[in-house]
């Protein structure tokens, strides 16, 4: 099975619209991250390096990863959810 996750950070408005457009689809695991990356802990850091999301995430909000694929910002990823309904 596809593993998909959106990284998401706190108190940012496209995070949030992007979480509503997926809030029906259990096949996606949601990451939240604070705003501000000084308060991101051990594990987060690790999560954010390991799937290379890290430096997408310093600029922009949010990013589904999809395998190793992503998708960045919120009309590419909502684009993306209307390519792909089941």
């Given amino acids: 099975m ?8 706190e108190n940012c ?3 949030t619209k992007t979480k509503e457009l997926i ?3 259990n096949d996606i695991k949601i ?5 501000d990356i000084s308060g991101w802990n051990e594990k987060q850091l690790f999560d954010a ?3 290379d ?3 997408d995430l310093q600029k922009t909000a949010p990013i589904l990863w999809l395998d190793g694929d992503k998708k960045v910002g ?7 959810l209307q390519d792909n309904k089941k």
């Fill in 23 to 25: 809030n029906d689809k």
């Fill in 13 to 15: 408005i496209k995070c």
């Fill in 74 to 80: 919120y009309l590419r990823i909502k684009k993306w």
């Fill in 31 to 35: 990451i939240t991250f604070p705003h």
């Fill in 53 to 55: 999301v890290f430096e």
């Fill in 2 to 9: 596809t593993e998909r996750i959106l990284f998401s950070l």
């Fill in 49 to 51: 390096k390991s799937h």
